[in-house]
């Protein structure tokens, strides 16, 4: 069983900054991808930041310089660091990670599990 927690959503200011943090437990053996994503209601959910096992990183074109993803690969966690924010940045935050699983590992089996966190809700005034 591997999960992710999110924490470090709240109320902010338009112009102000905000940290988002998640960590992965349970189960793991290592883990691909992890992204922030976000979603308002009635709206799809929208990837926001990623960033890969190797290093590389991609932000959505909204985010403009922004925002800054910074992963730690030996505590498994992530992080999104946020600027000047506006009120279109208004959404519950998701943490997602392809994990593998320890468990299938050792089996062989190599396929990473899609993981999500439970969501953070980031609200920008104005």
């Known amino acids: 069983q591997v999960q992710l927690v999110e924490s470090g959503g709240g109320l902010v200011e338009v112009g102000g900054s905000l940290r988002l943090s998640c960590a992965a437990s349970?189960?793991?053996?290592?883990?691909?991808?992890m992204s922030w994503y976000r979603q308002v209601p009635g709206k799809q959910r929208e990837l926001v930041a990623s960033?890969?096992?190797?290093?590389?990183?991609n932000y959505a074109d909204f985010v403009e310089g922004r925002f800054t993803i910074s992963r730690d690969s030996a505590k498994h966690t992530v992080d999104l660091q946020m600027t000047s924010l506006e009120p279109e940045d208004t959404a519950v935050y998701y943490c997602y990670a392809e994990i593998l699983p320890f468990s299938d590992a050792i089996m062989g089996r190599l396929a990473s599990v899609e993981v999500w966190g439970q969501g953070t809700l980031v609200t920008v005034s104005a």
């Open positions: 349970g189960n793991i053996f290592s883990i691909n991808t």
């Open positions: 960033s890969k096992k190797g290093g590389t990183t």
